[in-house]
């Protein structure tokens, strides 16, 4: 089932925390809200799901305006970043509780019941209270109490945040292999950009309530169309360096100045990834500022010119805090961003 936002916007009193945001999950797809605390994505989720008022645009699900309607109306379910679970019942009871408040049938609530016990593999959990399970456990429930509603749309906000990461790693593979089984569509909020590329069809990055870029994983890690984009995918993530800085600005002129218009480049930030950059013999000079070994590779930290950027090497290397290294990148590694608008400029 299809999600639209159209231009929606939320404010309190002068504050706008989401403005004029538009993006569509299509039907069966995975969608990720992703950007840094304080960006509105929660509070978009709140909006889909009919926890707050809109202060303008519009919300369709399945082709139908539900902008007005109630939560109970939009046929979702919602899994929150607590577990939310009620602490007096069983793993059974939490799950069918919303089944048997709407009065369904019980011959029916005992068939779903049983096929998200399997599906989450909680069969032998299931009279247990919730003080007695782990927190992937209890996570699982939590899931299930949203599957078991059969709703054909699922919104989850920052639901991993509370468990460790080799949980993490686990529960994301479990909720991406359930939601493409079951073919529902799911809109999932993360600050975490390792969730968002492993698990998402679609990614919208958002910054300061607004929408900065809407891509796939691929697309949004190989052509970032800001320069925030570029700060934020990546990890480590993109660096930036200032053609102002004569080193930088030397080696331009080397690799890729031919087809710029004359005297251009100063206006523009050089983009490159950690993993494009190599240590050699000749290049752009760099003092060592920091070294970091995290077994199959090496993070080296150190300053170009006026800016700090990050180098990643396979295996260990290790430096002194002042040696002096050279750094050099293939060019078509390259991305430029327009210094005063931050938006990607293609040469």
């Known amino acids: 089932?299809?999600?639209?936002?159209?231009?929606?916007?939320?404010?309190?009193?002068?504050?706008?925390?989401?403005?004029?945001?538009?993006?569509?999950?299509?039907?069966?797809?995975?969608?990720?809200?992703?950007?840094?605390?304080?960006?509105?994505?929660?509070?978009?989720?709140?909006l889909i799901a009919g926890l707050e008022t809109l202060s303008g645009g519009a919300i369709r699900i399945g082709g139908r305006d539900v902008t007005q309607l109630p939560p109970a109306k939009r046929n979702i379910s919602m899994v929150f970043q607590s577990y939310a679970l009620f602490p007096h019942l069983n793993v059974e009871e939490n799950i069918v509780f919303g089944l048997k408040v709407r009065r369904l049938d019980p011959a029916e609530r005992k068939r779903r019941m049983g096929r998200v016990a399997e599906l989450l593999g909680l069969q032998e959990l299931l009279h247990r209270k919730p003080a007695e399970l782990s927190g992937g456990q209890r996570q699982r429930v939590a899931l299930g109490r949203a599957i078991v509603s059969e709703a054909p749309v699922c919104l989850m906000d920052e639901p991993l945040s509370n468990l460790d990461a080799k949980l993490r790693h686990e529960m994301r593979?479990?909720?991406?292999?359930?939601?493409?089984?079951?073919?529902?569509?799911?809109i999932y909020v993360t600050h975490d950009q390792i969730e968002a590329m492993t698990m998402a069809d679609k990614i919208v990055l958002l910054n300061a309530g607004h929408v900065e870029q809407i891509a796939s994983p691929e697309e949004l890690y190989a052509r970032p169309a800001t320069r925030f984009t570029a700060g934020f995918i990546g990890t480590p993530p993109m660096n930036l360096l200032s053609l102002r800085d004569a080193d930088v600005s030397d080696w331009f002129q080397t690799h890729l100045a031919a087809g710029f218009p004359a005297g251009f480049h100063p206006l523009l930030l050089l983009g490159v990834r950690p993993e494009a950059m190599r240590l050699a013999d000749t290049g752009v000079p760099a003092e060592v500022m920091g070294f970091e070994y995290l077994g199959a590779d090496s993070l080296i930290t150190c300053k170009i010119g006026s800016s700090e950027c990050i180098v990643r090497q396979e295996g260990k290397v290790r430096f002194a805090t002042g040696d002096r290294i050279h750094v050099t990148w293939p060019a078509a590694e390259t991305h430029f961003f327009e210094t005063e608008t931050g938006r990607r400029w293609e040469p």
Request: charged share 25%; aromatic share 2%; with cysteine.
């Open 173 to 186: 593979r479990e909720i991406r292999s359930l939601q493409q089984r079951l073919g529902i569509t799911m």
């Open 1 to 46: 089932m299809q999600i639209e936002l159209n231009d929606i916007s939320k404010a309190w009193g002068e504050v706008k925390a989401v403005d004029r945001v538009s993006c569509t999950a299509d039907a069966s797809e995975l969608l990720v809200m992703l950007g840094p605390s304080g960006c509105g994505k929660s509070t978009i989720l709140r």
